[in-house]
């Protein structure tokens, strides 16, 4: 498989599809950003080695230029001292540096042309490296909250299924008949209270009662107490009358509360 291909498969694996496959999905985004940078050392080493042979070519074609202008200067020199001979043969070793700088130009310009695309993918691999770390970290966030989920769900499950959940209905209930009993008691309490207070007020009816009939009663004669005038004797119903009339205001009284 090619690098770009690995690259690809990388930055848009599916992670559904990693974790229905056998192999481990965290191992397998580390063994591709492995090989990814393993890639990428293969290719910076590459880009040495053409930017270092574009060099020598470069020098290379320095120097024939140098001699060019070293034997066409001789040419001349040459010819000033009436050599002619001499010039013709510094004008051919001309011609052997020019054709050789001609080969070294074209070479020169490949080797450019190389570096210059070499480059332009080691840039294009190490943000793609860079996208698929990225990516890796997002991945494998999404598988441990993928696992988690199910961890969680299975719990869950086990939990529908499990003696322990009955048990803690069965607490439940119990706890809620216990509290039914206490508001049960609570009630009745309250009740017994309310009669309490009712009998302490009705003997306190009964005790005022029994007070007001004291008053209302004449005292008892004495043995030697003369007898009253038939007047007063007259006026003794009288009174009495107006004592029942009292009480009977009084049991009305008594009967509205």
């Not at 848009?12 to 985004?29: F, G, R």
């Not at 190490?126 to 719990?155: P, Y």
């Not at 499950?157 to 206490?182: C, D, H, T, Y």
Request: charged content about 30%; glycine content about 2%; proline content about 3%.
């Amino acid at each position: 498989m090619g690098l770009f291909d690995r690259i690809r498969r990388v930055v848009s694996a599916n992670l559904n599809d990693l974790v229905n496959k056998a192999e481990d999905p965290e191992k397998m985004l580390e063994q591709a950003i492995l090989e990814m940078q393993e890639d990428l050392v293969q290719l910076r080493q590459g880009v040495a080695q053409a930017i270092a042979a574009q060099k020598r070519t470069e020098k290379q074609y320095n120097d024939a230029q140098n001699e060019i202008n070293k034997w066409q200067r001789n040419a001349q020199l040459a010819l000033q001292k009436g050599d002619e001979n001499l010039a013709r043969q510094a004008l051919e070793r001309k011609k052997t540096f020019t054709d050789t700088s001609v080969a070294l130009k074209t070479s020169l310009d490949q080797q450019s042309t190389q570096v210059e695309t070499l480059k332009r993918n080691l840039i294009q691999l190490e943000s793609k490296i860079s996208e698929a770390k990225t990516k890796k970290e997002m991945l494998k966030a999404r598988i441990t909250t993928a696992k988690a989920q199910e961890q969680l769900e299975g719990m869950v499950r086990g939990m529908n299924s499990s003696s322990a959940m009955a048990a803690f209905e069965r607490m439940e209930e119990k706890v809620m008949m216990q509290e039914a009993r206490a508001q049960s008691a609570a009630e009745l309490a309250g009740t017994d209270l309310e009669s309490q207070f009712a009998q302490l007020e009705s003997s306190d009816v009964d005790d005022e009662l029994a007070a007001l009939k004291a008053q209302m009663l004449p005292p008892a004669a004495a043995p030697n107490q003369a007898q009253l005038p038939p007047e007063q004797q007259s006026s003794a119903p009288k009174s009495n009358e107006v004592v029942d009339s009292e009480l009977e205001s009084l049991r009305k009284q008594l009967d509205q509360m």
